[in-house]
């Protein structure tokens, strides 16, 4: 009898997979059928929605070939922590340099330019390593000495998201400053990602930088940043307003703040248009800041009132 209902069982799976083979054959047509329709949808550039994204004609950068860039380039900036010492790096820093500069510029780049000149670009901006080390050795020493937790210099440049993010936009910057299109963009991008710092990478920002935590500080295009400026988490320089063109679309002109030498900001300020904080100031947590202050301000909330006296009642 056993032996009856497992032959039976057989014969009823055995059954029910033809029936539901025999169905999704009879649904094939109509399923391929649908799925080239919405290709074909897709494919249409006439949409008033999303006709101004033209395809590409060109290959576009590559994301994780940039990552594997960046990680190169920090191994050839610091030896030994973020790599085995390789002595191919530096060719194999300069061959995805000069295949994705090729690619920015000849998708992006307004003047038409192919990419032809991508490997003087490419060796122009290998030359510039020197002095990007040199300033993200400023902002570890900042990080370090503004930090009682930080235990060494080596643990402020494996550990810290600021570093992270500064070693990016550094590396961004100068690429910016050469007028390479996107790429600098998508590097930024890459660590605000990572740490939630988003450092736009045509800001200035100079020597012995820090950002203490880090998550939520966000930087603009056109900030102007001097030397040994402090930033707690949280922290927004941005724009007020846009100034708008005749379609009514933003113009990229000065927005954002300058920062002089010497200022701190603490966690969760916000401080917006093109005014200017004057060298050796201090604003405090939580404040709105719309005006220019001169050299030596001191800006903090009001304190609350209370009548708090015990405070033992943990």
Not at 198 to 211: M, Q, V
Not at 223 to 233: D, E, F
Request: with cysteine; net charge neutral; glycine share 8%.
């Amino acid at each position: 009898m056993y032996k009856q209902e497992i032959i039976t069982y057989k014969y009823m799976k055995l059954s029910l997979y033809l029936r539901t083979f025999k169905s999704k054959r009879n649904t094939m047509p109509t399923v391929t059928n649908d799925l080239k329709k919405t290709a074909d949808r897709l494919a249409q550039e006439n949409v008033p929605e999303y006709k101004f994204i033209p395809r590409p004609e060109c290959l576009l950068p590559d994301i994780g070939s940039i990552g594997e860039l960046m990680n190169t380039a920090k191994g050839l900036l610091f030896p030994g922590f973020f790599s085995e010492a390789n002595g191919n790096d530096m060719e194999r820093l300069f061959s995805l340099l000069n295949e994705q500069i090729s690619r920015a510029l000849c998708c992006f780049d307004r003047q038409g330019n192919t990419g032809k000149n991508a490997p003087e670009l490419a060796l122009t901006f290998i030359g510039q390593l020197p002095e990007i080390k040199r300033m993200l050795a400023t902002d570890i020493k900042a990080v370090h000495d503004c930090d009682p937790a930080a235990t060494s210099y080596n643990e402020v440049l494996f550990c810290y998201p600021a570093i992270q993010a500064m070693t990016h936009y550094r590396i961004a910057h100068e690429l910016l400053l050469m007028k390479i299109p996107v790429l600098p963009r998508i590097i930024t991008e890459l660590a605000h990602s990572a740490t939630g710092i988003d450092i736009h990478p045509g800001a200035e920002i100079g020597e012995y930088f820090s950002i203490d935590h880090g998550t939520g500080v966000v930087i603009g295009e056109t900030c102007i940043i001097g030397n040994h400026v402090r930033l707690y988490q949280g922290v927004t320089l941005g724009a007020k307003g846009f100034t708008l063109d005749n379609d009514g679309l933003p113009v990229n002109v000065p927005r954002h703040p300058i920062i002089e030498d010497n200022v701190i900001i603490y966690s969760n300020s916000t401080i917006l248009g093109r005014i200017t904080i004057g060298h050796d100031s201090v604003i405090g947590g939580n404040i709105w800041q719309v005006y220019s202050v001169p050299p030596y301000s001191r800006i903090i909330q009001r304190k609350a009132t209370t009548a708090f006296t015990d405070g033992l009642g943990i």
